[in-house]
Structure formats: C-alpha cells, structure tokens
C-alpha cells in the first residue's frame, strides 16, 4: 500500500515555541487524518481534510492538505505541555475503515 | 455515551499460546477495526469488521484471525504466539467506514 512518511520522527521544545510535523506521501491521497496519542495513550482524532489545498484551524492548531493532495502538515503555534504526544497523519482508503497511519512524529515540550 | 472499550488492559502469555481480546464498540458503530501497534512498526492495520463481515485485512499471517457479532462486538484472536506478538492491540469504531475513528484503550500483550 501507499507509504505515508512524517518528518520529524522526534521533536524537542521550548513551551509557547512553534511547532510543525509534515506528511508525505508518494501518491495522491483521497483525504488525510491527524491523530494525536498522549504518552501511555490511545490515538485521538484531530481532524480528516479532503480537498485540494484545505486549511482548518482548531484553536492554536493550523491544519493543511495540499494543493497536490500528496502532503499535509499541523503546526501548533505556542505550545503548551498539554500538547506533549506523537501526532500521526493518516488517511482511510475509500469507504471502508481502513486507517494507514504515518510514522508519527513525537513531541516533547520543556517547560 | 460511552467509549469503545477493549478487554482485558493487559496480558501477559507464553510463546505457543493462543489468546482472544474483546472489543465493544460505541453504541450505533457498526464498524470495528484492529491495529498492532508496536515501537518498531508503528500502527499497523490488522483487519475492519462491518455488519459482521470482514471487508478490509492488513499484511499479516493467518494466526491473526477475527470476528464480529451481531452487537458489533468484536474479538481478535492470535494463535501460536510468538515474541514478536507482543504489542500495543487498538481497536477502534466507527459509524461506517471512511469516517472518524474512535480508539478504545487498547489491550498490552506481552509474550514470554
């Protein structure tokens, strides 16, 4: 199946310092999901963005799916310790429920 | 309403074994899906059940088998245990396919 890459595999900062994890895939994707896992948790839905180029904003989070549909990116601006996890994209193929899930990228926030 | 809970939290078996984790999916899921999650893999897709039928399997061997029932519950089963088994198992509904999926708690294996 498609292979979905996320750089950084690990990330370290300062709390209220930004933050971004990229997506890429190597063929175009249908949509793509954000999962977030606290350290010891279960993934958590994020969001799911579908078209071409889309933008979503959940509070201090900034969503993207671009305009080639084949990358995607979530930057959190000031971070926050509550923010501390592995943030995975991942995409669902066609109807079924069938999650490919990227690498991950694992954030640390230092207080 | 209640979360997607999986049974039991942890599990601790021999190498040859054969063990079954439970899944309960939210209330009106009729899509239950299993992941392996391991440090070295990652999430790895094991299969998605829906009205009872198995319509999506990953890559992995048959030892990795499952099932739905008609109250969407779901269970997995892993035959002849090896090392190698021992991971976090995820399960996670959803209303139907293609939509957001709600992960229970998962279920640690650990193989001795």
């Known amino acids: 199946g498609q292979q979905v890459m996320q750089i950084p595999q690990y990330q370290h900062v300062q709390e209220g310092e930004d933050f971004t994890t990229y997506c890429n895939s190597s063929t175009t994707l249908s949509n793509i999901q954000w999962y977030k896992q606290r350290p010891g948790g279960h993934p958590v839905f994020l969001i799911q963005l579908v078209k071409s180029g889309e933008v979503k904003k959940q509070k201090r989070l900034t969503f993207q799916f671009g305009e080639a549909k084949k990358n995607s990116s979530l930057h959190i601006t000031a971070t926050q310790t509550t923010d501390v996890g592995t943030y995975f994209c991942a995409y669902h193929s066609g109807g079924y429920q069938k999650v490919t899930f990227g690498t991950g990228t694992k954030l640390q926030v230092i207080p | 309403k209640a979360g997607v809970t999986q049974t039991p939290r942890y599990l601790i078996k021999t190498r040859g074994q054969q063990v079954t984790l439970s899944c309960s999916p939210i209330?009106?899921?009729?899509?239950v899906s299993w992941y392996q999650q391991t440090p070295g893999q990652g999430l790895q897709f094991l299969f998605e059940?829906?009205?009872?039928?198995?319509?999506n399997k990953g890559n992995f061997p048959g030892r990795f088998s499952g099932r739905q029932f008609s109250n969407s519950r779901s269970e997995m089963n892993v035959s002849t245990l090896e090392l190698g088994d021992s991971a976090l198992y995820l399960c996670?509904?959803?209303?139907?396919?293609?939509?957001?999926?709600?992960f229970g708690q998962g279920t640690r294996l650990t193989v001795v």
């Open positions: 209330s009106g899921h009729r899509s």
């Open positions: 059940y829906f009205s009872e039928t198995q319509r």
């Open positions: 996670a509904s959803s209303i139907q396919g293609g939509t957001e999926a709600f």
